[in-house]
């Protein structure tokens, strides 16, 4: 599987070629080039920026149809604990697994009991590495396919430890298989997600080498069909709830680090808040921290693009149906313990350099510098590029141009006008010969028409920009 798969994908009709995708993406992962966006799958993480932010629908998040259940003949609902959020007033989350059931799939194993386990590891580990803390939270993949790419240093922090999701997998795989006896090609595991970056760790983890989970349904298209369900369901569920508060917590922000028993965390949501606590960390700016929980969606997994409530009203209800819950109810085992660890490292991803090598790079560097000197520092994102400094870094490997930047390409007018001026003025003065002036003029005059289709084509695309 390549290394930089992506569930985040660009529906190049629908693009209208508007610069807001490029201005909120925290990796500078998208360009717009001849009047379409274009993602770098180097350097995007999939955190879903892009999706929320287009107003015409042309990013979107790739996962299964619910009909992917019927290619098995055993299946394991996977439900996240953002799941419980999104349904009013829900005081019992068995009417959701039940439900779950009633939709279609065999038997089902909550996430968040998988969180509980994790939370317990993570405890633990803690207490055994002191030297290695602060250690940062790896289970939001876009948080650590971030770290992986552009801090490097921060990789050694990283909390060893599968996230719940793949812990998860790995219990319901192995339950199903003792519990009807199918080899595991013929059982389906598959996790309801709230978001596209689950989507990705799925088809390309990090930390191990294969995820045990099959597919990968989205909470808004499970949603509407378990509506339908639970009313079916009511109030006599049957208990298949095997989670407490610990574990539903993990849904929204802080609920991990809540687990761990600890006053000495951080909790960050939204990825922008996420780099700049990174960049914080990498500048050793805290201190007697053991615990950076960071999620890249605002408010954690509930404000993931693939759920359907707000994520603020989300947070009420998650907080309402864990009220009266028992603090934890799985714990750490021996059938779990072998699927908590990483058996894989994440190794750093050099993707933003600017060269094959290290001379190279620092004179790639060097000219960018200049370069960005010579452009406006505008940031306006009219030459497809999110900052004056990413077309800089564009033009160095050769992906862009001076051109492309409008305002650049209007004083190379003005100079080029400025010099067949000075040269019509030699000319009728006497100064200079005529057979020596009219060659240079035809050249100077040639660029001036270039520049001047060149800039009108630019405008034109900057009204229909402003237009859409």
């Not at 930390?207 to 909470?219: C, F, H, Y």
């Not at 058996?343 to 060097?366: A, K, Y």
């Not at 400025?418 to 200079?432: C, H, N, P």
Request: negative net charge; glycine residues 6%.
């Amino acid at each position: 599987m390549d290394k930089f798969y992506h569930s985040v994908r660009l529906d190049p009709d629908l693009c209208k070629g508007c610069i807001n995708c490029i201005k909120r993406c925290p990796t500078q992962a998208i360009r717009v080039r001849g009047g379409k966006a274009q993602i770098n799958s180097k350097f995007c993480i999939d955190c879903g920026e892009c999706i929320r932010i287009c107003q015409h629908h042309a990013k979107t998040a790739t996962y299964d149809r619910i009909d992917v259940i019927r290619q098995y003949e055993y299946t394991v609902a996977l439900p996240a604990p953002s799941l419980y959020s999104q349904f009013n007033n829900l005081e019992d989350v068995n009417i959701v697994l039940n439900a779950l059931k009633l939709m279609g799939f065999d038997d089902v194993y909550e996430v968040s009991a998988a969180a509980e386990i994790v939370s317990e590891a993570a405890r633990a580990y803690i207490k055994a590495h002191p030297g290695d803390l602060p250690m940062i939270s790896t289970a939001c993949p876009s948080v650590v396919r971030l770290i992986r790419v552009r801090f490097p240093n921060l990789i050694e922090h990283l909390l060893p430890i599968n996230p719940p999701i793949e812990v998860a997998a790995c219990i319901a795989a192995r339950r199903a298989m003792e519990k009807t006896g199918l080899p595991r090609e013929k059982i389906g595991i598959i996790f309801i997600s709230p978001c596209a970056s689950k989507v990705t760790y799925v088809q390309a983890p990090l930390g191990t080498e294969k995820s045990q989970v099959d597919k990968v349904l989205a909470i808004k298209d499970v949603y509407p069909q378990l509506l339908a369900y639970m009313k079916t369901v009511g109030a006599e569920a049957d208990e298949i709830s095997t989670s407490g508060k610990i574990g539903i917590s993990w849904g929204s922000s802080g609920g991990e680090a809540s687990g761990l028993f600890t006053d000495n965390y951080l909790a960050a949501d939204g990825i922008e808040n996420v780099i700049r606590v990174l960049e914080d960390l990498e500048d050793q700016k805290f201190t007697n921290l053991e615990f950076v929980e960071l999620n890249a969606c605002n408010g954690g997994c509930i404000g993931g693009v693939l759920t359907v409530e707000n994520p603020y009203v989300a947070e009420v209800k998650l907080k309402r149906l864990r009220k009266y819950m028992p603090v934890a109810r799985s714990h750490m085992g021996e059938e779990a313990s072998e699927y908590v660890p990483w058996t894989t490292t994440v190794e750093f991803e050099p993707v933003f350099r600017l060269g094959d090598n290290v001379m190279e790079s620092f004179f790639r560097l060097e000219k960018a510098e200049r370069l960005c000197k010579r452009l406006p520092g505008l940031d306006c994102g009219s030459c497809g590029a999110p900052t004056c400094k990413a077309l800089a870094e564009d033009i160095v490997r050769g992906e862009a141009s001076e051109r492309d930047c409008i305002y650049y390409l209007r004083e190379n007018l003005h100079k080029l006008s400025q010099e067949v001026s000075v040269l019509a003025g030699d000319m009728a003065d006497g100064k200079r010969a005529d057979r020596e002036v009219i060659p240079v003029l035809r050249d100077y005059i040639s660029r001036i028409a270039e520049e001047m289709t060149f800039l009108d084509d630019k405008v034109h695309d900057q009204e229909e920009k402003s237009e859409k």
